[in-house]
C-alpha cells in the first residue's frame, strides 16, 4: 500500500513473523525474569553472607568487649584502696587545672547529678559538700563502690549507687531527669564510646550538661611506652611511639597486674558527642600552672611542658 498522506498504516505481519515476534518475546522475558530472580537470589545471599559476618563481627566484638570489662573490673576490685580519692574533684586529670580554676559545674545547689564511674565515690562527696539535691554514681566494681558508700556515710552524705559496666542497659537510671552527668577519668574507660554518650544524652534533660576528662590522647602517642608504663624521653626530645589513629586496644601493667585500654582521636569524641545530640561549649586541653612553670626537673614535667596530658570536654544536650 502506497502512503500519500504521510499518516502510518499499521503494518501488516505475516504469520511467520509473528510467530518470531513471539518467541523473541518471550525468550526476552523469560531471560529479563531469570536475571531477576538471580539477581535477587545472589542479592538475598549476599546479604545472608553480610548478616553473618556481621553478626559474627558483633559477636567477635561483644566476646572482646566483655573480656575486656571483666579483665578491668578485677583490676579495679584488686586495687580500689590505691585509687583512693586520687582522681575526683576537684581534680580533673594529671597536671590538669582544677574545677578551682575552671568552674565548669558552677553553682549545683538542688541540682541533679549522675557520675559515670564514681570510683570511690569523693567527686559524689564534692558536689554533695556544695549542696547538690540528688546524687547517683554508677561504677563497675564493686570494692570502689562499697568504699564510695563508706565514705559518703561517714561523712552524712547519700548517693544512689549502681554497680555495672556503663556500656550496659542502665535501664533503673531515669531519662531526661539530670542537669548533669560528669565523669572525672572514667569515660575512656569505655568499650563503646557512641553507646555510652548515647545513654548519657538520654539521662539528661534538654540543656542538661555533660562534663568529662580523660587523657589527652598525644599522652599515649608521643614519650610514653605502654609496655613500661612511663614518660620516655629520647635524646631531649618527644618521640612518637604509637600511631595517632591507632585506636586498637592494648595492655598495659599496672600495680602488678594488668589494664585494657584504647587511646581515641579527639575526632572521635567530637563526633560521638555530635551524633548523640550534644553541642560542645568547651574543651580544655591544657596543664596547670605549677607543671608549666616548673624548673624542668623531671621526664614527666618536661614532657606536660610540650603537650597536654589530660583534656576536658562540657558539653550541652541539645
Ligand atoms: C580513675 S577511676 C575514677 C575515679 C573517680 N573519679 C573517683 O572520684 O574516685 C576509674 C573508675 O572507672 C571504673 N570503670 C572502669 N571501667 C568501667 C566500665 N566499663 N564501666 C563502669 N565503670 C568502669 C573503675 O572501676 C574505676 O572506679
Known amino acids: 500500500m502506497h502512503c500519500t498522506t504521510g499518516f502510518n498504516y499499521p503494518q501488516v505481519k505475516t504469520p511467520t513473523q509473528i510467530f518470531k515476534t513471539a518467541l523473541r518475546n518471550a525468550l526476552y522475558f523469560n531471560i529479563a525474569f531469570a536475571k531477576k530472580i538471580c539477581y535477587n537470589e545472589i542479592q538475598i545471599r549476599a546479604d545472608i553472607i553480610n548478616n553473618r559476618k556481621s553478626n559474627l563481627r558483633e559477636k567477635i566484638y561483644y566476646m572482646e568487649s566483655n573480656q575486656i570489662i571483666k579483665k578491668n573490673k578485677n583490676y579495679w576490685n584488686e586495687n580500689a584502696d590505691l585509687w583512693f580519692g586520687t582522681t575526683a574533684l576537684p581534680e580533673y586529670g594529671v597536671k590538669f587545672p582544677t574545677e578551682d580554676d575552671l568552674h565548669l559545674f558552677g553553682d549545683v545547689s538542688g541540682k541533679k547529678l549522675l557520675e559515670i564511674c564514681c570510683g570511690s565515690g569523693h567527686s559524689l562527696k564534692y558536689h554533695a559538700d556544695r549542696n547538690a539535691g540528688e546524687l547517683w554514681g554508677i561504677d563497675l566494681s564493686e570494692k570502689q563502690l562499697e568504699n564510695a558508700k563508706k565514705l559518703l556515710s561517714e561523712n552524712g552524705c547519700f548517693a544512689r549507687l549502681i554497680c555495672s559496666p556503663m556500656e550496659s542497659s542502665l535501664e533503673e537510671i531515669p531519662k531526661e531527669y539530670f542537669d548533669y552527668v560528669y565523669s572525672i577519668y572514667g569515660i575512656g574507660w569505655t568499650t563503646d564510646l557512641q553507646g555510652t554518650f548515647d545513654k548519657i544524652s538520654s539521662f539528661l534533660k534538654k ?102 596530658i589530660s583534656m576536658c570536654f562540657k558539653a550541652r544536650k541539645l
Open 207 to 308: 540543656d542538661g550538661i555533660f562534663i568529662f576528662s580523660w587523657h589527652h590522647t598525644l599522652n599515649y602517642c608521643a614519650a610514653w611506652s605502654c609496655g613500661e608504663r612511663k614518660v620516655m624521653i629520647e635524646n631531649d626530645q618527644l618521640v612518637f611511639h604509637k600511631s595517632y589513629f591507632d585506636e586498637d586496644y592494648f595492655t598495659m601493667p599496672v600495680d602488678g597486674s594488668e589494664i585494657v585500654l584504647c587511646n581515641r582521636k579527639i575526632s572521635t569524641y567530637v563526633n560521638a558527642l555530635a551524633n548523640a545530640g550534644f553541642v560542645i561549649e568547651q574543651m580544655i586541653e591544657q596543664n596547670d600552672k605549677q607543671t608549666m612553670g616548673s624548673a624542668d626537673i623531671n621526664d614527666a614535667d618536661r614532657k606536660a611542658k610540650m603537650l597536654p
